[in-house]
């Protein structure tokens, strides 16, 4: 018989949280990737959506991720309950969703900058578009 141990039970939920932090991020992502394609072309690339989406999902899991691993300084709380002085200390950051949230809009909007800078790059300002064709 199957017994089903802590790591089972504890997987599920942070399996789920994951799944719904990576479709956050990919619809944070994927929004700031077509307003930013709107502003600098006025023209929405659909292909480059999901990529936005992509990005925006990476950078948001990274940011939870990077948020939970890496130490910062010592914060200690002092409160006092039931006529007694409480003390807490982290050494994490404790607010890692705008950590998240920052991550997850500039890594879709930095891409679209570059492809903007790109564009721009390989066909100058002053240069004539490319002839268009006409289908016979």
């Given at each position: ?6 790591a ?58 990077a ?9 200690t ?30 890594l ?28 016979a």
């Amino acid at each position: 018989m199957y017994h089903r141990g802590v790591a089972d039970q504890t997987s599920i939920p942070i399996v789920l949280f994951a799944v719904i932090y990576w479709c956050i991020g990919l619809l944070v992502g994927a929004a700031t990737g077509s307003v930013t394609s709107l502003v600098l072309t006025k023209n929405l690339r659909w292909g480059a959506v999901f990529k936005d989406g992509l990005a925006g999902a990476v950078g948001f899991l990274a940011g939870i991720v990077a948020v939970a691993l890496l130490p910062t300084q010592p914060h200690t709380v002092m409160y006092i309950s039931n006529g007694n002085v409480e003390t807490t200390t982290t050494f994490r950051y404790q607010h890692p969703y705008p950590v998240a949230f920052a991550a997850a809009v500039l890594l879709p909007l930095l891409r679209e900058l570059f492809l903007f800078w790109r564009a721009r790059r390989v066909r100058p300002a002053g240069a004539s578009q490319p002839p268009k064709t006409t289908a016979a």
